[in-house]
């Protein structure tokens, strides 16, 4: 499937032809090194590599050389998949490390203050030689490893405890200040709203299937809205994003320049689309990035981006399909924390390119252009995929 996809690419515009070689090589190799005395949800790795393929697909089509460094990233993200396989089979005991998962994140953030890059307005990037990641997005899979681990432990006490009793919440609930202190400092350090509202949500969710008490999770949102309209009124790049949101056309040559193509060509698109190759999607600045899935719904209309979305939905769905499998909590968790973090990422920037939020910073996962984004999303898959195995 994923070779009749990129079969469809324009002519010179991948990599060279032992690097789609190389690359359906490692596709194979990743499902070939699983143990053979159990069996695996098979569709995982498939459905991500599909995905990526898409993604190349696309990148290909908008810029060559992007493309080219995007079979190198989907590469080295296989590579990673397979050598961390052995370690994905024994996830259970990242539970044993939870507080080094905090450390990690917390290094990251300080990694970005002390290095990080600025672009239009949001900290993003650390540039190391040639190459750039992304910090957050190994922070997100941190995060979700120390909140199944957390909450596993202390999810009856948490259960228990009556929402006036300040002692009991501020006992247990401490450490988990983590996963609002996490949002925060994106909005703070970052400026990226997508993120920290992606963080947020897969904290939530993860806090309401441990403890079922929406108190909290009402609470975390609520300091959060407030922190987010504090954001808007001080940081130039967030109050610029929610006003273009607001009205893309009042500086349709300006600020909202990016979005208003973005209209422009998924109303062009129309419900079929306008085929591929034949449409204008590199009128829009950082298509390959911000609004890939604008370029996709404008050649392929919203049939075709609609089907895109049946196959995230598929991941996701099978993810939590895999935490319903597990017989323990701390492993249930685990698994409703990746497929959260997943459908999400996929929620908030789906709907900040058809206008339903303020655009993020965030990636389409797989699709879009991003070493980062590509190389977290597959070993988020693959940890998944380990996961679901069932001895024969």
């Not at 199944?148 to 300040?166: C, G, I, K, N, T």
């Not at 769905?317 to 597990?326: E, K, M, P, S, T």
Request: glycine share 10%; net charge positive.
């Amino acid at each position: 499937m994923s070779a009749l996809v990129l079969s469809f690419a324009p002519e010179r515009s991948l990599g060279p032809p032992l690097l789609s070689i190389g690359l359906g090589v490692l596709a194979l190799l990743w499902v070939a090194c699983a143990p053979l005395d159990s069996e695996r949800d098979d569709v995982l790795p498939a459905l991500a590599i599909v995905l990526s393929s898409v993604g190349i697909l696309l990148i290909a089509r908008l810029s060559p050389d992007l493309a080219a460094r995007q079979e190198v990233w989907l590469g080295v993200a296989m590579v990673l998949a397979i050598a961390f396989g052995p370690v994905f089979s024994n996830f259970r005991r990242f539970a044993a490390y939870k507080y080094l998962w905090v450390v990690a994140s917390l290094a990251l953030f300080g990694l970005l203050l002390l290095f990080g890059q600025e672009v239009n307005g949001a900290r993003l990037w650390i540039r190391v030689g040639p190459a750039q990641f992304e910090p957050i997005e190994f922070i997100k899979l941190f995060v979700v490893f120390f909140l199944a681990a957390y909450l596993a432990e202390m999810s009856d006490v948490l259960a228990a405890a009556r929402p006036w009793s300040l002692q009991a919440n501020a006992k247990y609930l401490g450490p988990l200040v983590l996963g609002w202190g996490a949002s925060m400092a994106i909005l703070v350090v970052q400026r990226d709203l997508g993120m920290a509202t992606l963080l947020l949500a897969t904290f939530a969710t993860l806090l309401y299937v441990g403890t079922r008490r929406w108190d909290i999770v009402a609470a975390g949102a609520g300091v959060f809205a407030a922190v987010a309209f504090w954001a808007a009124r001080h940081f130039n790049y967030v109050h610029e994003r929610i006003a273009v949101w607001r009205n893309p056309f009042s500086d349709p040559l300006g600020a909202g320049y990016q979005s208003s193509q973005a209209y422009y060509a998924m109303a062009s698109g129309g419900l079929f689309g306008t085929g591929f190759r034949l449409g204008h999607p590199t009128f829009i600045p950082d298509v390959a990035t911000d609004y890939v899935y604008a370029a996709f719904s404008e050649e392929f209309g919203w049939i075709g981006a609609f089907v895109v979305l049946l196959l995230f939905l598929g991941l996701v769905r099978r993810i939590f399909a895999v935490g319903l499998q597990q017989p323990d909590l701390y492993a249930k968790l685990l698994a409703v924390g990746l497929a959260a973090t997943l459908g999400f990422q996929v929620f908030v920037i789906v709907g900040g390119v058809i206008g339903i939020f303020p655009l993020t910073g965030i990636t389409l996962p797989f699709v879009s252009y991003g070493g980062s984004s590509l190389v977290a999303n597959v070993l988020l898959v693959s940890l998944a995929w380990s996961m679901s195995a069932r001895r024969r």
